[in-house]
């Protein structure tokens, strides 16, 4: 198939425009998309392998930038960009292999520089060489770049900031740092980009940390938002107060991006007002898109089903907390909630800038004390019991009076919540004998269960078959600690197995969301069972061997708790195991710091 140039050159244009917003994530997934309808170029490869890197997963990014033989194009950008992962790789790391890396990187920029004589890879190596403490080497590569000065495009003039900074000339880079935050417009991705350079070199004393303090809080990108409110009928004076409300909010408080579900009234307006200036947004669901649309859009009459569909297609992203059906269960409004607080961290981490929750609130409804897990009430506290800032704003007069449709709901006395489920099999097992199979069984089963035994009471239910172990855990970060321990726990496997030199080891999925618990009718066991716990199931099998994927409700719950002992790596929308879809799937690891 012969695709045009100019399709070619559109999506190209696509994928960096999403780079620039800061939306890794989605430029990554557009990136893949479009490769998968036969779109291919150099330069669409090079923001391919620029997305992953972005969204900070280093090894994956390395991988495929070495699978894609980037380095053969010998244009500058993607001899460059070989130089951008290694430094990520090296803040990943600590001590002497943190600075072999930064060496790596610094090679691969000095390289980058001598075949273009571009002053892009010359400032990043000299950045790097600083790090080192290779000062001279810095300020030799520096020297020019500042003698030259700059034009008017964003990057020239922070490459200008950054050579000044390096020469000890802090006061002067102040000029064309304020200038290039008028060029820099709403690119949040390449303001980060920036804050984030100048902080690690303020961190490790290679610049004056006062002059960088004062750059990066002028060029941050604004926060990220997400939103809620209440649900209402279209029309009448209810419906213009809210939209001039919301309207205002957004115009006081400039956004990089703006997250949240997409229900009648407060929600689409929202969305509405979000792409009309140009933030970008991304919605959240909280489960299967025709339920949500009847008890979410509908209700509110159908005026809304148009206007929600136009948001959805031009919003940057969709995602869904769970695809499963709707069961009248209000924990699946709180998985949504949970995961759209989640991301906007994980995007407001990514963009060196904070996360903030906006807020439309009735206030006689908002005066009125209420139980309920789920609702704009119960999203505020959430927010806020995790650290979250709000910002409320008051509508009154609003229409009320939604009109619900009957849904499916599970028998009485059927019990139901939210829980962290790991599903982990051992990639080699058909290799052993039966003489090994004991030894497989005390060495490394045992070894699993002495782990779970060490998490006590927080591991609510366990149970294995063969090579397999599936257990639900009650909180998402003691599931992702579990599954690093046995990650860790069989990085050497017993010798007596035989398996030297080939590839085994565990591989684990870890998950979050509601699932049913119970009696199993046949065997009088305690039983845990749903949707979700099949999807998790479907996990392990594409998970490479020896590591531990977990999915974007999980992700964003460990972004929501602030649990900074973990990383997760975007890995990509992935085709799951007998046909179950596609997932978006992170890498968990360590963190670094």
């Known amino acids: 198939m012969t695709v045009s140039a100019d399709r070619i050159a ?3 244009a696509e994928v960096a425009h999403r780079l620039a917003e800061g939306d890794a994530l989605s ?6 998309a479009v490769r998968r309808d036969g779109i291919e170029s150099p330069r669409l490869r090079y923001l391919m392998v620029r997305a992953l890197a972005a969204s900070g997963d280093s090894l994956g990014a390395m991988h495929l930038y070495e699978q894609l033989d980037l380095a053969a194009s010998g244009d500058v950008d993607s001899l460059a960009l070989a130089g951008r992962i290694w430094k990520d790789a090296a803040f990943d790391n600590r001590g002497e292999r943190r600075n072999a890396l930064l060496r790596k990187a610094a090679a691969a920029y000095d390289n980058a520089r001598r075949l273009s004589g571009s002053a892009f890879p010359a400032i990043n190596a000299a950045s790097l060489y600083a790090l080192l403490g290779e000062r001279e080497r810095a300020a030799a590569l520096a020297g020019p770049i500042a003698a030259n000065g700059a034009g008017d495009d964003y990057w020239d003039l922070v490459t200008l900031v950054e050579a000044l900074l390096l020469l000890n000339r802090g006061d002067e880079a102040l000029r064309p740092a304020r200038t290039a935050n008028e060029r820099a417009g709403p690119r949040a991705g390449d303001r980060a980009s920036t804050c984030r350079q100048l902080t690690r070199l303020a961190a490790a004393g290679a610049i004056d940390d006062d002059h960088a303090r004062t750059i990066v809080d002028l060029l941050r990108p604004p926060p990220v938002g997400i939103y809620c409110g209440r649900m209402f009928r279209a029309g009448g004076a209810g419906e213009a107060n809210a939209r001039n409300a919301i309207a205002a909010a957004l115009d006081e408080q400039p956004l990089s991006a703006l997250i949240g579900p997409l229900a009648c009234g407060a929600d689409i307006l929202f969305a509405e007002e979000a792409l009309a200036r140009g933030i970008d947004l991304t919605i959240v669901l909280p489960f299967a898109e025709d339920d949500f649309i009847a008890q979410s859009v509908l209700s509110g009459g159908e005026g809304w089903l148009a206007r929600y569909v136009a948001c959805r297609d031009r919003a940057a ?7 499963s059906r709707y069961v009248s269960d209000d924990c699946q409004f709180v998985l949504g909630s949970h995961t759209m607080m989640g991301l906007a961290k994980l995007r407001a981490r990514e963009l060196e800038t904070v ?9 006689e409804v908002a005066a009125r004390p209420s139980a309920a897990i789920a609702g704009t009430n119960a999203d505020i506290a959430l927010w806020q019991d995790h650290g979250g800032a709000t910002r409320t704003i008051p509508v009154g007069g609003l229409d009320r009076n939604l009109d619900f449709p009957p849904a499916p709901s599970p028998p009485e006395g059927t019990r139901r919540g939210l829980y962290a489920i790991l599903f982990a099999d051992f990639a080699g097992f058909s290799k052993l004998g039966e003489a090994q199979l004991p030894i497989f069984a005390s060495e490394v089963m045992g070894g699993i269960g002495r782990i779970l035994d060490d998490f006590g009471d927080a591991v609510l239910f366990r149970n294995t078959w063969g090579d397999a172990v599936y257990a639900i855990i009650d909180d998402p970060a003691t599931a992702a600690r579990i599954a690093l321990a046995m990650q860790e726990r069989l990085a050497i ?26 009696v199993d009718p046949v065997v009088g066991n305690e039983l845990w069972y749903g ?7 479907r996990i392990e099998p594409v998970t490479l061997v020896g590591q531990v994927y977990c999915t974007q409700p999980l992700a964003a719950m460990l972004a929501l708790g602030n649990a900074s002992d973990f990383d997760c790596d975007y890995v990509g929308k992935v085709q799951l195991a007998k046909d179950y879809g596609e997932l978006a799937l992170y890498r968990l690891s360590r963190g670094s710091v």
Do not use: N, W
């Open 10 to 12: 559109a999506a190209e």
């Open 27 to 32: 430029a990554f997934d557009c990136a893949v």
């Open 317 to 323: 992203m969709v995602h869904f907390a769970s695809g």
């Open 355 to 363: 996360a903030i929750q906006l807020a439309v609130v009735d206030p």
């Open 493 to 518: 496997l017993p010798p007596a197995l035989g398996l030297d030199g080939q590839k085994a080891g565990m591989r684990t999925g870890i998950h979050f969301g509601p699932i049913y618990r119970g």
């Open 531 to 537: 949707t979700e716990v099949t999807r998790t199931a």
